[in-house]
Every structure is written in structure tokens, then in C-alpha cells.
């Protein structure tokens, strides 16, 4: 399975994206099933509401809880970034937990947000 950060959504919701072309020809050939976590369908929803734009094409997508399970792992990788000395979001740490916790790749246009936690089990799809 391949998980879509929001960033990824929106490039691929946008009809002019050569980007957003580009990665669903990607997600196309890899043959696995897509889909992204319930905090990226909540920053989706609420850019979407915003600004007056339709959701009904997001609602087809398979949305993947963030459950007990993942709370544990994300305050782990989150711990862990800051003794790094690298700190991220919270919400980074608990889209990756997500994706660690189910065998999930992440696709991603902020690669440099989550690539600290390809240490931890975080496996990146690159389009």
C-alpha cells in the first residue's frame, strides 16, 4: 500500500499540476493499493473548506485510522527526532507512524520532513 501525504493529494486534485500528472502515473505503475491516513483527510478537508472546493473526489479514497498503536510509535519517532536534534511536526511523526505501523510506503513532496524516520521502518515511495 501507498499512503499520499497532503501534499500529494492536492497536487493530484489540481487539474493543472504536471506534478500532480506525473505522480498518478507513478501510483498507476507501481500497481498497489492507494490510500492516506485520517490526519491527511483532515488537512485535505479543511484546505478544501476553506476555500470553497468540492470533496466529493476525496471521498472514494481509502482513509487509514491513527489508532492507539500509531500514537505509540509517533511519540517514539518524536522523542527521537528531538534527541537528534531534528524536531518535526507532531503531525509528521503521526502520518509516518501510519504508514510504519501498517507496511505502508509514504508518497510525499516534503521528503525532507520525513526522511529521518527511513531509520525507524518509514519506507518512501519517490514518483
Do not use: W
Amino acid at each position: 500500500m501507498i499512503l499520499l501525504d497532503t501534499n500529494v493529494l492536492i497536487e493530484i486534485l489540481d487539474k493543472e499540476s504536471s506534478e500532480g500528472d506525473r505522480m498518478l502515473k507513478a501510483l498507476g505503475e507501481a500497481g498497489e493499493e492507494v490510500g492516506t491516513t485520517s490526519i491527511n483527510m483532515h488537512e485535505l478537508l479543511y484546505g478544501l473548506k476553506r476555500y470553497a472546493k468540492s470533496v466529493e473526489k476525496v471521498g472514494r479514497l481509502r482513509v487509514l485510522p491513527y489508532e492507539k498503536q500509531d500514537a505509540e510509535v509517533s511519540s517514539r519517532l518524536e522523542l527521537m527526532a528531538e534527541k537528534r536534534g531534528r524536531p518535526v511536526r507532531r503531525i509528521d511523526t503521526m502520518i509516518a507512524a501510519v504508514a510504519i505501523n501498517r507496511s505502508a510506503r509514504l508518497s510525499t513532496l516534503d521528503v525532507k520532513h520525513f526522511e529521518q524516520f527511513t531509520q525507524d521502518g518509514l519506507h518512501l515511495f519517490s514518483a
